[in-house]
Structure formats: structure tokens, C-alpha cells
């Protein structure tokens, strides 16, 4: 697995994506054609995958984004190095932290 | 870290738009990202694009167009306006917003199908609408509190009944973003959008307001400001929170001048979060005399215990990828207090076990 700043790439086996991935919606690019794991609110930078593949939506224990890299791929973002991946199906975790009560994804 | 949006002149704040790789739908990711800056516009209304695109969304709907355009400086304001004007009609909301709304949702829906419309929200709108929803939701509460002293009470219903008229101008930008604008039946609830803020249709009076003067949010979207107001609208109202949690004026004029005793000090756990937050548990942790847990090569696990509360856990963690000077900054975050090692805190942050934590690169 692969942690870039506050999202988490964790490797999932093809035997194991849920079938329905294959016809789910998939998200769109960007303006620049990258695929966006997350995105500052404020200052627009971004957490995203530069190459061939597709990134779904998915609520459950694969989700909540599931990432296909049939070639692999480059991680970028604007503060943090850049991270190749191997081929293959990957989770994408956002980082959360605790809040008594609650819980609260990490923003800064 | 919190960012201010500032914008140097008033008019449009996405500025020229290049309408690059129009989707299918007719909206382009460009055009997403317009209305994403539009929402946020804290700069003065550009009144007489708003007041044009009223009145055209008038002539669209079928009406004549409003005998008075009147301008507010607040939705506090406007609401205000809107009860003490006698002569206004009926509302029109129905005919200039919804129904043109519904008939472009239609005509999308019917094109892209169930499955293509949910898609296509997905990339328009959709991520758009959460943070955008719950900023509009604030500032009806904080309208509410300050003109009705809370959510109760038959003056306190009137004024939701008022606020349910309106439309929101720059914050309908979410669903704007999903339909082609610049022709067809949203042209004017358009141009609006992008030049004004909420505003009430009236068969003879349109109540229009201004933009705020300041937003400050933090990157998930939530109004988030230590020193002053989150939001701001010209007449003075005004909203105040951290990190997204309402809190009084009067509280954070007090944040300067914490000292750990008053923090023990205050028995509202969710503000004594926030003067942690604020003061910073490094600062506390030194001042208190707190020692670390557990230490591994994930970082550090701290604990402070407080008085007739949960004890607060942290994970102390520094930045793989070093600033430009070389230095690497630290961050906190909180976990649960059953927390044991800090691997076991690190990985729960990703929802996962600490034996199921283990990136083998980290930046």
C-alpha cells in the first residue's frame, strides 16, 4: 500500500473487485485528464492519478473509491513527491480523524 | 490551514471561461469549475448583470418583469425587507425556479437515462452540492437566531416560511452546474448565479442580495476561522466557526488568551476541543507536563487525561515529503482513547488494524 499526505492506496486482488465495478459509472477527468482521488476545497490542489485508467465510486469495504490502473500509474499532488503504482485494482482511503462522538475526514 | 478567498474586483469571480471539452450534456468541466468559484465569491454583486438576469428569468417563466428590483445587504436584511414590504405580490418562486429547473432535469434525465444522469451529477454538481447545502443551511440558522432568537415559536416559523422562498443565486451553483446555461431556460436564473447572491421573485418586487465580504473554509469545505468571522455580508451579519463547529463570537475573542487552567477550566467538551485545537496539544502537552504513550516508527502517541471527560489520545506524526526549507512539519490527530501504540492510531485514521497498516512509500 501507498500513502501520499492524507490518502491511502491500498492494493485490491482482481478476483476480489465486486462485479458491478465493471458497467459502474466512472468518474470524469479533470481539465488537465487526471483522475482525482481528492481535492482541496480551497486551494485546489489535488491528490491525483496521471495515466490511463478509471476511478469508480463505491460504497462498502472496497470503497469509497476504487481505482484501475490496467498500466499502472503516477500519484501527483502540488506539496508531496510523486508515487508510482504497479498495475492493477486499487482502494483509495481518505484519512479521518476522531472527533468524541464522531468522526471528521482530516483537512489541512 | 485555512485560505481566504479574496478576489480583487466584483463581477464574475471565475472570470473568462473557456468552454474546453463540452460533455455532452453541455456542461464542460470548465464550467464546473466556474460555478465551484462562483459559490465561494465573496466580492460585491455585480447589480446590474443580477438585476438583467432577473428580470430575465421573469420574462422566462412568462411574467412581466418585477416592478422594483430591491437591493439588501444581507439575507438578514432581505428577510427583513421581504416582511415589511406590503406591496410585493405573490411569490413567483414556483414559476422562474422550479418549474424551469424540473423541465431541464427532465429533459437531461430523459437523454442520459437513469444511470447516465446519476453519472453526470456525479461529475457536475454532485460534489458540490454537500458543502454548498450545508453553508446555506448555517446561514438560515444564523438568519433565524438573530431576527427569531432561535427555531421556535410562530415568528420563528414565518421567517423559515420566508427563507423558503428564496432563491439562492451564487449557491444554486451546484445544480447549475449540471444544465447548459448560456441558453435555454436557465439563462436568467443563471446570470443571476453568477453575480448575486440569494434573492426573492415577487409578482411586482424582486428582493436581491448581496455577495459576503469574507468566506474562510478549510479544504473539506467548512467554514473554519480563529480570528474573526467565517462569513461575512456587508450590513455586519455574520458567521462564526472552526473547522465547520458553530461557535460564539464572543468564544473566539477569548482563543488569544487561553492558558491550559481555563481550558480544564470549561465544561463544554465540544469548545474545550476547539481551545485545544486552537492552542495547539504540543503547547498543552509541554505545559501540562503530559508524557508520550508509545512510540514507533509511525509516530508518537500522546494521551492527556481531563477532568471528568474522555482523555484526549493523539497520534503526533511528521510530514513524509519535507517543506522547501528542509524541515518536515508535524501534525496531530486525534483517535479513539482506547488507542494503544501509535501504529495502531495511524491506521485507524485509514480504518484499518495495525497489522493491516504497512505502506511501503509514504510522501
Known amino acids: ?108 | 490551514m485555512t485560505i481566504t478567498t479574496t478576489e480583487g474586483t466584483g463581477g464574475d469571480p471565475a472570470g473568462a471561461v473557456a468552454g474546453a471539452g463540452t460533455e455532452a450534456a453541455g456542461t464542460s468541466f470548465e464550467d464546473v469549475r466556474a460555478w465551484r468559484a462562483r459559490a465561494a465569491a465573496a466580492v460585491p454583486a455585480d447589480r446590474a448583470a443580477a438585476e438583467a438576469g432577473v428580470r430575465r428569468a421573469y420574462r422566462q417563466a412568462g411574467l412581466p418583469e418585477p416592478e422594483r428590483v430591491v437591493w439588501a445587504a444581507s439575507p438578514r436584511e432581505a428577510v427583513t425587507l421581504v416582511r415589511t414590504t406590503a406591496d410585493k405580490g405573490a411569490s413567483v418562486r414556483e414559476a422562474v425556479r422550479s418549474a424551469p429547473w424540473a423541465q431541464e432535469r427532465r429533459r437531461l434525465h430523459t437523454r442520459l437515462g437513469p444511470a447516465g444522469w446519476a453519472a453526470h451529477w456525479a461529475a457536475t454538481g454532485g460534489p458540490l452540492w454537500e458543502p454548498t447545502q450545508a453553508l446555506v443551511d448555517r446561514i438560515r440558522a444564523g438568519v433565524l437566531e438573530e431576527l427569531a432568537g432561535g427555531g421556535t415559536g410562530s415568528e420563528a416559523a414565518e421567517i423559515r416560511l420566508v427563507l423558503l422562498d428564496a432563491v439562492l443565486g451564487q449557491h444554486d451553483a451546484p445544480w447549475l452546474a449540471a444544465f447548459p446555461t448560456d441558453r435555454g431556460p436557465l439563462e436568467g436564473l443563471a446570470a443571476v448565479g453568477r453575480s448575486a447572491g440569494w434573492w426573492w421573485p415577487y409578482a411586482r418586487v424582486a428582493v436581491v442580495c448581496e455577495r459576503p465580504v469574507a468566506l474562510h473554509r478549510d479544504e473539506a469545505g467548512r467554514l473554519d476561522r480563529g480570528d474573526g468571522p467565517a462569513l461575512a455580508y456587508p450590513d455586519g451579519f455574520a458567521l462564526y466557526a472552526w473547522r465547520g463547529m458553530p461557535v460564539p463570537a464572543a468564544f473566539l475573542a477569548e482563543l488569544p488568551g487561553l492558558t491550559p487552567d481555563r481550558i480544564r477550566s470549561e465544561e463544554n467538551a465540544e469548545l474545550r476541543r476547539v481551545m485545544l485545537e486552537h492552542y495547539g496539544y504540543d503547547r498543552y502537552l509541554a505545559d501540562s507536563g503530559a508524557r508520550h504513550v508509545h512510540r514507533d516508527e509511525t509516530g508518537t502517541l500522546w494521551r492527556i487525561d481531563l477532568p471528568s471527560d474522555e482523555p484526549v489520545v493523539m497520534v503526533e506524526v511528521l510530514n513524509s515529503t519535507p517543506e522547501p526549507d528542509g524541515t518536515r512539519r508535524t501534525y496531530w490527530l486525534r483517535v479513539p482513547p482506547s488507542t494503544r501504540t501509535a501504529r495502531e492510531g495511524v491506521a485507524w485514521t485509514f480504518g484499518l488494524t495495525a497489522q493491516g497498516y504497512a505502506p511501503e512509500r509514504e510522501t
Not at chain 1, 30 to 36: E, F, H, Q, S
Not at chain 1, 45 to 58: Q, T, Y
Request: no cysteine; aromatic share 4%.
Open chain 1, 1 to 108: 500500500m501507498y500513502r501520499q499526505g492524507d490518502v491511502l492506496i491500498v492494493p485490491v486482488a482482481n478476483d476480489a473487485v465486486p462485479p458491478h465495478v465493471a458497467a459502474a459509472p466512472k468518474e470524469r477527468r479533470d481539465a488537465r485528464g487526471r483522475l482525482v482521488l481528492a481535492l482541496g476545497e480551497v486551494t485546489g490542489h489535488a491528490h491525483a492519478v496521471v495515466g490511463p485508467g478509471d476511478l469508480v465510486r463505491e460504497p462498502g469495504p472496497f470503497g469509497p473509491l476504487l481505482l484501475h490502473l490496467p498500466q499502472g500509474g503516477r500519484v501527483v499532488h502540488e506539496e508531496h513527491a510523486a508515487i508510482t503504482l504497479p498495475k492493477g485494482w486499487y482502494r483509495v482511503i481518505r484519512q479521518r480523524e476522531y472527533v468524541p462522538g464522531s468522526v471528521r475526514i482530516v483537512a489541512d
